[in-house]
């Protein structure tokens, strides 16, 4: 009888979080929703009916105006490029490097991954002006390069804290099995760690590389020509001069769906694995 | 004879030596290479900033004379300064709080909801995978004058309601923190999601047994229980918060005024708006300085807590 | 498998450096970087310097638009980091990059020989060298729709007080009165240049110099007015709803829209606010006392600079057809008064904008705009503190006082 009663009560219960939850999720889509629809809408549309989206109001010209004045495929390149070099150099060295902490049982390398792990916490600011100068003095300013090795300076200490936290994971037998059997480090790393170390790789990927994706503080800084803009600054100077201002907000709505797009697919299709990264990522901490 | 047995001898204690010492130099070899990149282009810059902040260093030329705490002492005076450390403290009492609790809440809603809760993450963490560009873009529109936010009230003759949001010096920074806590509140959704499906059920079902009322089972079972997760999630936050760029740049720009500038936005104006370059890395240094500080002291606090609840 | 990876990734890397070290070459092809302010026409003008291209196939022109022209251009001058082709205001910032050869001195050019001279004096370094061609002759005065004032039976206001008494009328007809624009430079352009001109040009005619010394005292009740004019505006109701976050074209679109009778906006913009569905003509800003003589604004457009480097023989030659064959194309996006003797080509100049200057060039004196005279320091200052004095922050007679102290400081 009491356990009817449970059931019913959890039951209930259920369905009222549900309720409440299904109200905040749509509250939390409303923005989205705004700027979808009104992506494909005339610019007299949008202040007129700014909620609604009907069939024929339907047009992909601001969309395609954005896309245009945007030079996106140039833009696209350029932040793909950047996210490829830069995510190369995070996961080689900070694979590398976790491997290297993680094996040796040496204190001056324990107290160095302490280090990089209290490193993780200081903000970019501290380093930013002088690193600036430092490219320019290098002549790594307006190179893919350049902004790769910012990221990566930036990161490898979380990338490395990660790396380091699975391979910890890894017993230590594997390594010795194959020291045994006559293996050098660096083979021990390439055929045996490396192939393990797909799912934190996808976890570093996915935690780090969505933010560089997405930055665009350094790129701001470190470009000053506009074909090597990245996607976010691209939207950014477009809008500026623009202005996100009444009759230009189709281009502005258009502007946004263009540029998120590319991650919004990659998001859908590769959800799972997100979330995955970032509870993983998390419970590292 | 007897010395080059000796020798032999010698020689084989010195190679089983060298074995562990050559592994441990492979090792470090390994490190090498990302621990250059770091140095180079993260802590050597940041040392320089250390330096330079005391200095009149213009970024450019060679010369650098030193002037001591002076730059410090000029951009805490400037009058505007005060009002940029108020922003960002009230940004961090505004964001922190409200975020944390609102991530928990629906860390539990989901927990509790079953199967369909994979819906409800993916949805709700839908928002931190947009650029902190087009986040601020998007809720600059929803808060102009003329915007959804606005229309929406006028519609339903709340007319009053209706205001300036980002042109108020009372309302830009509650406004601003709401976007920010849009954009986030998936990733700390799940970050506590993972603290709760690490508590064992059987201590919930041994409470429902019990009789334990909800309230109850969250403050004295729950949040206990998750520390760490409630201590991590915490200390991101604030340092979130405190480095927050893109967002407030693109957002407010600072404005109304001096309204909602934060020192991260003022570090970035000094050194690359008014050009300014000792003041901006006297700004950093602050800037450094405070958001070690207050994680240092966060860490203290919640991990006493830990240790005493558990 | 493995091997695959490593040659996939070797490529991936090549490929990466390879891009990045090819972005830095230079071929036989000139390139020449162009970083153009022109806020209200880019996508446009980008078209213009592609004719340009088109006339002269070896040249291909690297195009970046910026938001403001000191703050982009000061850093790259110092680096050694020079765009080829360059906006440049009047003013001491360019008379400095001349004098110190990091732009090329442009008198001898047939863009300087087809420019009128009253242009020339704000683009003069101390040294005589001329560092720039004026995009145009520019001045911030009022738009207005025409047919609103017929009905309240208002005309133009010649003064202060004639002017707050149509804002009020306005005000009472339940429509905004005027559009000011406080959150970027704009506000410099209109407010901040007529009150300074009206009020402290008339006993200071050598405001020029005594802002290059730093003598300009600026803590007086003369430029706290400059200030408070703007407060009255807002106080008194005549400012359109979100006054605090209304930029630039924000503005230019309310009045686009015929959401305010009144809009106090440059010439340059004449292109974009006189061709309004509803008739709007222009009056000059009455921000001078009554009785007192008004001075209006002439000033210089932003121009364009060459700098000293290995193509600025193209840079020479696009300032030739910019000011030359290929100005009517500028000239007619933006409908501003030319500053050039002989335009080449249809130019379009409409008929309310020369009446207005026309009566401009009969006054004895007129002022400049802010940005030709003030330390470009001390820039993004005037925005913030009207924002102050608006949000009740600071009061105009200490929005004055620190914009005093942050010029003698810039100076020193």
């Known amino acids: 009888m009491r356990k009817k009663k449970m059931l019913g009560y959890h039951r209930r219960r259920k369905l009222l979080i549900n309720l409440v939850m299904l109200l905040i999720t749509l509250a939390l889509l409303m923005p989205l929703w705004y700027v979808l629809n009104n992506a494909f809408k005339a610019e007299q549309e949008i202040v007129r009916r700014p909620l609604v989206l009907r069939p024929q109001d339907f047009t992909m010209d601001s969309v395609i105006r954005a896309f245009r004045a945007l030079k996106y495929p140039a833009r696209f390149l350029n932040s793909s490029i950047i996210l490829v070099v830069s995510c190369f150099f995070l996961v080689t060295l900070g694979s590398a490097a976790g491997f290297g902490i993680a094996l040796s049982n040496s204190r001056f390398l324990n107290r160095i991954y302490t280090i990089l792990v209290a490193i993780i916490t200081l903000p970019f600011q501290l380093a930013m002006v002088p690193l600036i100068f430092m490219l320019k003095a290098m002549g790594l300013i307006n190179s893919y390069l350049g902004i790769a090795l910012v990221y990566t300076g930036w990161f490898l200490p979380f990338v490395i804290f990660l790396y380091t936290g699975f391979i910890r994971t890894i017993p230590k037998e594997l390594e010795e099995s194959g020291r045994v059997d006559g293996c050098s480090l660096l083979q021990s790393y390439w055929h045996i760690y490396l192939p393990l170390l797909k799912s934190i790789t996808g976890t570093v990927l996915i935690l780090r590389g969505v933010p560089i994706w997405n930055d665009l503080l350094v790129p701001m800084i470190t470009l000053t020509r506009s074909t090597l803009a990245t996607l976010p600054l691209k939207l950014f100077s477009f809008i500026g001069q623009y202005g996100a201002s009444m009759t230009r907000w189709n281009l502005v709505f258009g502007g946004t769906f263009v540029v998120s797009l590319p991650i919004l697919i990659v998001f859908l299709a590769l959800q799972r694995l997100f979330i995955r990264g970032v509870v993983s990522g998390a419970v590292k901490g | 004879m007897s010395d080059t047995s000796a020798i032999r001898n010698y020689k084989g204690s010195r190679r089983k030596w060298s074995a562990t010492t050559r592994r441990r130099f492979s090792c470090f070899l390994f490190v090498l290479p990302a621990l250059l990149v770091i140095l180079v282009f993260f802590l050597f810059p940041m040392l320089r900033s250390l330096q330079y902040s005391l200095t009149d260093w213009d970024g450019i030329g060679k010369e650098a004379k030193w002037v001591g705490l002076e730059n410090f002492i000029w951009v805490v005076t400037e009058s505007s300064f005060r009002q940029v450390f108020i922003n960002t403290f009230y940004l961090i009492i505004l964001y922190v709080p409200v975020l944390n609790v609102i991530a928990l809440l629906l860390a539990i809603a989901v927990y509790n909801v079953g199967k369909v809760g994979n819906v409800y993450k993916s949805i709700l963490f839908f928002p931190n995978v947009l650029s902190m560009t087009v986040v601020a873009f998007i809720w600059k529109i929803i808060y102009s004058y003329n915007g959804i936010l606005n229309q929406l009230f006028r519609a339903f003759g709340l007319e009053s309601l209706a205001q300036d949001w980002l042109g108020q010096a009372g309302t830009v920074l509650p406004a601003m923190s709401v976007s920010i806590i849009w954009f986030a509140i998936g990733y700390y959704l799940l970050i506590y999601l993972a603290g709760l499906y690490n508590v064992p059920v059987e201590i919930y079902e041994s409470a429902e047994v019990e009789g334990v009322n909800p309230v109850q089972k969250l403050f004295r079972i729950t949040i206990p229980l998750i520390a760490p997760s409630i201590t991590i999630n915490i200390i991101l936050s604030t340092i979130g918060i405190i480095t927050l760029f893109d967002l407030p740049f693109v957002l407010t720009r600072g404005g109304p005024g001096y309204m909602s500038e934060t020192i991260a936005l003022r570090v970035y104006s000094y050194a690359f708006v008014t050009l300014q370059t000792s003041y901006a890395l006297a700004m950093a240094v602050i800037l450094g300085i405070f958001a070690i500080t207050i994680t240092l002291i966060q860490l203290r606090f919640l991990r006493r807590r830990e240790d005493v609840l558990l | ?412």
């Not at chain 3, 850093?75 to 110190?100: E, Y």
């Not at chain 3, 008004?294 to 030739?320: N, R, S």
């Not at chain 3, 922050?393 to 400081?409: C, S, V």
Request: glycine share 10%.
């Open chain 3, 1 to 412: 498998m493995k091997k695959a990876l490593l040659v996939l990734s070797i490529l991936l890397l090549a490929g990466g450096l390879a891009f990045s070290a090819g972005q830095q070459g230079g071929q036989e092809t000139v390139l020449l970087t162009c970083a153009i302010h022109i806020p209200d026409i880019p996508e446009k003008f980008g078209e213009f310097l592609e004719i340009f291209a088109s006339e002269n196939p070896y040249i291909k022109i690297d195009y970046t638009t910026i938001e403001d022209v000191e703050t982009f251009l000061k850093p790259k001058a110092a680096t050694g980091l020079m765009p080829d082709f360059i906006s440049i205001n009047g003013g001491d910032f360019g008379a400095d990059l001349v004098d110190r050869g990091i732009l090329i001195d442009v008198s001898n050019t047939a863009a300087a020989k087809n420019t009128v001279d009253a242009v020339k004096p704000q683009f003069t370094s101390p040294q005589g060298k001329l560092f720039g061609i004026a995009g145009g002759v520019s001045s911030s005065l009022v738009y207005y729709q025409k047919a609103v004032f017929k009905d309240l039976g208002i005309s133009p206001p010649k003064n202060w007080d004639e002017f707050l008494k149509v804002n009020q009328t306005i005000k009472g007809a339940g429509k905004t009165a005027i559009i000011i624009t406080p959150v970027d430079g704009t506000i410099a352009n209109t407010a901040w240049s007529h009150g300074f001109a009206n009020n402290i040009v008339p006993s200071n005619t050598d405001y020029f110099q005594k802002f290059d010394k730093g003598t300009m005292n600026l803590d007086t009740e003369a430029h706290a007015d400059v200030f408070a004019k703007v407060k009255m505006l807002a106080d008194r109701g005549y400012t359109q709803g979100g006054l605090l976050s209304t930029a630039y074209m924000d503005g230019n679109q309310l009045y686009v829209q015929g959401k305010s009778v009144q809009h106090f906006a440059g010439t340059w913009l004449a292109g974009m606010l006189l061709p309004t569905e509803f008739e709007t003509d222009v009056y000059p800003a009455p921000w001078n006392a009554s009785g007192k003589t008004k001075v209006p604004i002439v000033a210089t457009e932003t121009g364009w600079g060459v700098a000293e480097g290995p193509h600025k023989k193209e840079g020479i030659m696009l300032l030739d057809w910019l000011n030359g064959p290929g100005f009517h194309y500028y000239q007619n996006a933006r409908g501003n008064i030319p500053h050039v003797k002989d335009p080449m080509g249809e130019v379009k100049l409409d008929a309310k904008i020369k009446t207005y200057i026309d009566d401009v060039y009969t006054y004895k004196l007129t002022a400049g705009l802010w940005f030709e005279f003030i330390p470009a320091a001390t820039m993004q200052l005037i925005p913030k503190l009207y924002q102050e004095v608006l949000l009740g922050q600071k009061t105009p007679r200490e929005a004055a006082a620190a914009f005093d102290k942050a010029a003698k400081d810039a100076v020193k």
